[in-house]
């Protein structure tokens, strides 16, 4: 009987703690499912920027989810498939220190973007673009979503 309310007390403190979990929290998991979403949706293909399929293995893996428009410049499209592929970690980190290679970075990823979802995509990713507020409910879902897809995508292998 003791270990029933044990059990009781701890689902009811996890209860509590979720409605307390702020909006921000909800986007942080969404982020990291999408970003694993990413990242085994492209495992089969090169760095969306180097072409490489190959690379040295870092910690935290060998590969990010990168943005063709970053989530600072265009947060609207921060959870849009069409705008995030797999990118190495040097082509994805670090390359705005450097202009020159933040430039042939940006290039390369466009050109290639261009081949792999076509040009219309692409400018539709460019035009405008209406702000996205989620609500935590939205947000919810779309982290079941994702983790969905990349359960989906696992079984795959």
């Known amino acids: 009987m003791a270990a029933v309310r044990e059990k009781r007390e701890r689902q009811a403190l996890r209860e509590a703690k979720e409605r307390l979990k702020p909006r921000g929290d909800y ?69 705005g220190k450097y202009a020159r290679k933040n430039y042939t970075v940006a290039k390369e990823y466009e050109e290639r973007l261009i081949k792999r979802i076509g040009q219309e995509k692409v400018d539709w990713l460019k035009g405008p673009h209406e702000a996205k507020h989620y609500t935590i409910d939205e947000l919810k879902q779309l982290i079941a979503h994702y983790k969905m897809k990349c359960k989906q995508l696992n079984k795959g292998d």
Request: aromatic share 12%.
């Open 27 to 95: 986007i942080k998991e969404l982020q990291k499912w999408f970003n694993r979403f990413v990242r085994l949706r492209d495992a089969h293909l090169p760095c969306i920027s180097c072409d490489r399929f190959e690379v040295e293995m870092t910690i935290g893996g060998a590969w990010d989810c990168g943005h063709f428009f970053s989530v600072g410049a265009r947060p609207e499209l921060r959870f849009e498939e069409l705008n995030a592929h797999k990118q190495c970690k040097s082509c994805n980190g670090g390359s």
